[in-house]
């Protein structure tokens, strides 16, 4: 198992303390829907998690397994705008992200000079099984309305570079994601997709949305933010409502 586990953890913003003392844990596969209304912390709380704000004291209030990584989909993606859809969102440095890239990348200009390569690409992927990844990463880009994968993501839209940010969170290795607002600039279709694709792909979420009927169906616990503390319910949204 690996959980993540928050241990007396405060946080100040200037004169204000946004959480006093607050503990929980998050489990493997848990999907946690954070609530509370602006000026809560929501935000905060997933930026002090994933390491982008500091938390007050000198002792970390976070514990968890040695290389516990976490994946975060902010509110606006920071990239290196020369790099293209597919270096962005295989960014990953597992052997297996790597191979997938070159192949994708040997795939979209092929030429007989470099079959050579390409078969030994594909006869590596074959040896680490990474097929099934490949295919999840053709399934997850295509979903997302990602399709000239050599586009530089300084020359998207601010829509097209969320979801380039979202592919490359979902296809991260990451043992937890964190996303803010994941269905912003997603069509009724793309949401239902990301819907299931959460509640079917085993991932470990804590999530912040606006989207009663997202939280309801992929939540299966709720933290709400009042008053400098956490509250923890069973559940999804209709659950915390009754």
């Excluded at 991932?203 to 912040?208: A, E, Q």
């Amino acid at each position: 198992m690996s959980d993540f586990i928050v241990e007396h953890l405060t946080k100040s913003v200037g004169d204000k303390t946004v959480f006093r003392d607050i503990s929980f844990i998050i489990h493997d596969f848990d999907r946690i829907g954070i609530i509370g209304v602006n000026g809560t912390g929501k935000t905060t709380l997933l930026d002090v998690i994933s390491g982008r704000l500091g938390f007050d004291g000198d002792v970390s209030p976070f514990s968890a397994k040695n290389g516990y990584k976490i994946a975060y989909l902010t509110q606006e993606p920071e990239f290196d705008d020369e790099k293209t859809i597919l270096d962005t969102v295989l960014s990953s440095d597992l052997r297996e992200m790597t191979l997938i890239k070159t192949y994708e990348t040997l795939m979209a200009n092929y030429d007989e000079a470099n079959q050579d390569k390409l078969e030994k690409v594909m006869a590596e992927m074959d040896s680490l099984d990474a097929w099934a990844i490949e295919s999840e990463v053709k399934t997850v880009l295509t979903k997302l309305g990602l399709e000239d994968l050599s586009q530089k993501v300084g020359d998207l839209s601010g829509g097209l570079r969320r979801r380039v940010q979202l592919a490359q969170v979902l296809l991260n290795d990451a043992d937890l994601l964190l996303l803010d607002e994941p269905t912003n600039h997603l069509d009724i279709d793309t949401i239902a997709w990301l819907t299931n694709y959460l509640k079917t792909s085993k991932k470990t979420v804590l999530f912040i949305t606006h989207d009663r009927y997202f939280l309801d169906n992929v939540a299966t616990r709720i933290f709400e933010l009042a008053n400098s503390q956490l509250t923890e319910y069973q559940g999804n949204y209709q659950d915390y409502v009754r």
